[in-house]
């Protein structure tokens, strides 16, 4: 008698193995990643070879060029932009302005995020609509009525006025992704603490935002870049009623006058405000990705 040998179904605890790509399939999605990667770093990397560049030669070539002999490097652009009145000042405004228009939006919408996530009430799906309806308004759309208001407060030129008008703005897209991540938290969780007696105070201090710490730093990555970025708001916000709490963005933008000249000092001034905002981005890295996968898959 012939015993023929039946391979074994692979058992629930050890699933099947997935087939390997394809090794065509994965090279081409490498040198599509690649390209892509190669198209976003030019440009910046061409701003930052110009950026060490003397003002007379910027003017007669490119900035490929400065890889031949003669070399031409200096650091006069940077000492140059340090060298401007106000750009100490505008640096310690754009802290001023971005820190508590970071901490505010998150601050409300992870109570706001809670609520539409584990709290019932009435209209509860109809008002998460339209504050996620929100994010489809024109921001231009809302300066000229919310810059009355302030100066009808008193608080135009303050930085009140721009952390308010920030916590406006960034709230709809916090409390979107907010919800969506402690929404998709196991439900199992908060079930144990409420028959442990735990309120929602308790179930959202010790359990919600513990456990949604990737989805708020993704969030104030995205907040911080955003308001440390931001020109039109604090102009029109603050303006020319206080010119002193400007943040850096306008102090770069002043850097040409109306003829043009010091244009060469763009590319060193760019440089030295993206220092602060690549710290915050490479320290929360690790929760980048987290955050935003887990706050997209649900919703």
Request: glycine residues 8%; charged residues 10%.
């Amino acid at each position: 008698m012939t015993i023929v040998a039946v391979p074994e179904a692979p058992s629930a605890a050890q699933p099947a193995a997935r087939p390997p790509v394809r090794p065509r399939r994965k090279l081409v999605l490498h040198l599509a990643v690649v390209a892509l990667m190669i198209i976003w770093v030019t440009p910046t990397l061409g701003l930052l070879v110009s950026s060490f560049r003397p003002q007379s030669v910027l003017s007669q070539s490119g900035w490929w060029t400065a890889f031949a002999p003669p070399y031409q490097f200096t650091l006069e652009n940077y000492q140059g932009v340090l060298e401007q009145s106000g750009i100490g000042q505008a640096f310690i405004n754009s802290l001023f302005i971005a820190i508590p228009a970071t901490i505010i939006p998150l601050f409300v919408a992870a109570f706001a995020a809670y609520a539409f996530s584990w709290m019932e009430f009435w209209g509860r799906d109809v008002l998460f609509v339209v504050v996620v309806g929100l994010l489809v308004v024109p921001l231009q759309t809302t300066l000229i009525p919310v810059l009355k208001a302030f100066a009808d407060w008193g608080l135009t030129g303050q930085f009140l006025a721009v952390w308010l008008a920030h916590t406006g703005y960034g709230l709809p897209f916090a409390v979107y992704l907010l919800r969506n991540f402690m929404g998709s938290l196991p439900r199992s969780v908060f079930e144990s603490a409420s028959l442990d007696g735990a309120n929602h105070v308790v179930s959202f201090f010790r359990i919600a935002v513990p456990m949604s710490v990737p989805a708020f730093a993704a969030l104030a990555i995205f907040q911080f870049l955003f308001v440390w970025n931001d020109l039109l708001v604090a102009l029109i916000y603050i303006g020319l009623a206080n010119s002193d709490n400007l943040p850096m963005t306008a102090a770069m933008a002043n850097l040409v006058n109306s003829l043009g000249g010091g244009w060469y000092l763009l590319g060193a001034a760019a440089f030295l405000s993206m220092i602060l905002p690549l710290a915050v981005f490479f320290g929360l890295q690790r929760y980048f990705v987290r955050g935003i996968v887990g706050g997209a898959v649900k919703g």
